[in-house]
């Protein structure tokens, strides 16, 4: 998990630009037009589109945004056609990297994360190269000071939670994926807040890594999500918590 929650938790700490907020609009406008395509635009009848909603609403974004990125989803609006795509890579000290994202042109979008990747010290790989390193699960955080550790062990655990870590700064629960709505139901039931309800890929092993090989990884990374179609950047490294703090002030 240390990559996953560390460099959220960096970008938590980093100031938020409206830049950066209407990417991140734009991100979950196209995940949840996608995803009601799929699947429908019933999210009771749509876990992931619930899932997608879910963050949106995290990031503010009005009703009105997330009711026509459904009805784009369903047709009932004309909109654009994305595909998913997914791009196997390699950062600074030998992370595994497995970039995923949504886009109505592969080619150029292909170009772009090859040329983000040249520029910032990474490289791509074939396909496959690194996917087999990661495993798609549930992810949920919640500050520590809304609930103990074993208040908590008691409710997410009979909803299907498979692990907590509460070694950093919030508690940090994996599920299996279908399990994520009913570990979040779990838990708004209890009126516990959730900072974060999501689908994530976690690393079957990790690789430590410091010092300039850690601040290049990180500036790949960060300009990967900068990238408008790109969802998510998911990487197998290990950075230690003094690194971290020393890297986040720079």
């Not at 989803?73 to 990297?97: H, K, Q, R, S, W």
């Not at 109505?104 to 990474?122: H, P, V």
């Amino acid at each position: 998990m240390s990559g996953h929650s560390k460099w959220a938790s960096i970008k938590h700490k980093k100031a938020a630009t409206d830049a950066k907020r209407g990417a991140a609009f734009t991100r979950a406008i196209r995940e949840i037009t996608s995803i009601a395509k799929a699947g429908g635009g019933n999210p009771e009848m749509n876990p992931s589109l619930r899932t997608a909603i879910d963050k949106a609403r995290a990031i503010n974004m009005p009703s009105s945004n997330i009711e026509n990125a459904i009805k784009k989803g369903t047709g009932e609006l004309p909109g654009v056609t994305y595909e998913e795509v997914t791009f196997d890579a390699y950062g600074p000290g030998g992370v595994a990297m497995l970039i995923t994202g949504l886009t109505d042109n592969r080619n150029r979008t292909t170009a772009e994360i090859r040329n983000i990747l040249s520029k910032k010290s990474g490289n791509l790989a074939g396909p496959g190269s690194t996917a087999f390193l990661f495993s798609k699960k549930g992810f949920v955080a919640i500050a520590k000071d809304k609930v103990s550790e074993d208040d908590l062990m008691g409710i997410v655990l009979d909803a299907g939670a498979e692990d907590i870590n509460s070694e950093g700064e919030n508690h940090e629960i994996t599920c299996e994926i279908g399990d994520l709505a009913v570990v979040t139901d779990a838990l708004k039931a209890k009126e516990i807040p959730v900072m974060t309800a999501e689908m994530t890929m976690i690393p079957s092993t990790t690789v430590k890594v410091i010092g300039n090989d850690a601040k290049q990884l990180l500036a790949l990374m960060e300009a990967l999500e900068e990238q408008e179609d790109v969802q998510n950047v998911y990487a197998n490294f290990d950075i230690s918590d003094e690194e971290m703090e020393k890297l986040a002030q720079e």
